[in-house]
C-alpha cells in the first residue's frame, strides 16, 4: 500500500469511526426521549383521571348538602333546578367539568354541554333529610368532563418539545466530548501505526 493510500485510509477510520458512535449515541438519546415522553404521557392521563375523580367528589358533597339542606323533598322542582344550575355555573371553572346530568324519580336536569366523547365519572347521591322520617331517595349524577385522549393531547406537543430541546442539547454536548475522547486517542494510535509503518521502531 502507498504512503497516499495509507494517510488516506487513516483519515477516513479517524474521521469516521466517531462520528459512528456519536452517530449511535445520539439516535439511542432520541429513542430514550421518546420513551420518556410516553411515560410521561401515560402519567398525564392517569392524572388527568385521578383529579376528574376529586372534582366529581367534591361536586357531589356540594349539591348533596343544597338538596339535602332545601330541596329533600322536591329535588326536580323549578327553584330546585334553578338553583342547582346557578352552584354548578360557579363551580364550573374550579372543577373543570362540561355538563352535568342529574336523574332520579322526579325527572332530570341537564347542565352544560354534553357530547360523544368525553370523559364520565357517575355518582349516586343519597338525599336523606334529617327533618323527615320518609326512606333516602336516590339520584344518580353524571359529570362529564373533557375526553383523557384530548386533554393529554393538549400536553403532548409542549412535552415533546421540550424533550427534544433537552435531546438536541445533550446530543450536541456529548457528541463533542466523545468527539474529544475518541478522535484524540484513536488518531494517536494512528499516527503511531504509521510511523511504525514507516520503519520507526521507537513509535
Excluded: C
Excluded at 13 to 24: A, F
Excluded at 85 to 105: R, T, Y
Excluded at 124 to 134: E, V
Amino acid at each position: 500500500m502507498s504512503e497516499e493510500s495509507r494517510k488516506n485510509s487513516g483519515e477516513t477510520i479517524s474521521g469516521g469511526l466517531p462520528v459512528k458512535i456519536t452517530g449511535i449515541v445520539f439516535w439511542g438519546m432520541v429513542l430514550v426521549g421518546l420513551m420518556i415522553a410516553f411515560i410521561m404521557l401515560e402519567g398525564k392521563e392517569r392524572e388527568l383521571a385521578a383529579s376528574n375523580d376529586n372534582y366529581a367528589t367534591l361536586l357531589e358533597q356540594r349539591l348533596v348538602e343544597r338538596i339535602v339542606e332545601h330541596y329533600a323533598s322536591e329535588p326536580f322542582s323549578e327553584n330546585a333546578r334553578n338553583d342547582l344550575k346557578q352552584i354548578a355555573k360557579k363551580l364550573q371553572p374550579n372543577l373543570h367539568f362540561e355538563a352535568i346530568e342529574l336523574s332520579g324519580h322526579g325527572g332530570t336536569l341537564l347542565f352544560g354541554d354534553k357530547r360523544t366523547g368525553q370523559e364520565a365519572v357517575t355518582r349516586d347521591l343519597i338525599i336523606a333529610s334529617a327533618q323527615s322520617t320518609a326512606a333516602p331517595s336516590m339520584i344518580r349524577m353524571t359529570v362529564f368532563f373533557p375526553g383523557l385522549k384530548k386533554a393529554a393531547a393538549d400536553h403532548r406537543k409542549p412535552i415533546l418539545i421540550t424533550i427534544g430541546l433537552m435531546v438536541v442539547v445533550f446530543g450536541l454536548i456529548l457528541q463533542r466530548i466523545l468527539h474529544r475522547l475518541l478522535s484524540q486517542p484513536f488518531s494517536s494510535m494512528l499516527a503511531s501505526a504509521k510511523q511504525f509503518a514507516d520503519g520507526d521502531i521507537a513509535a
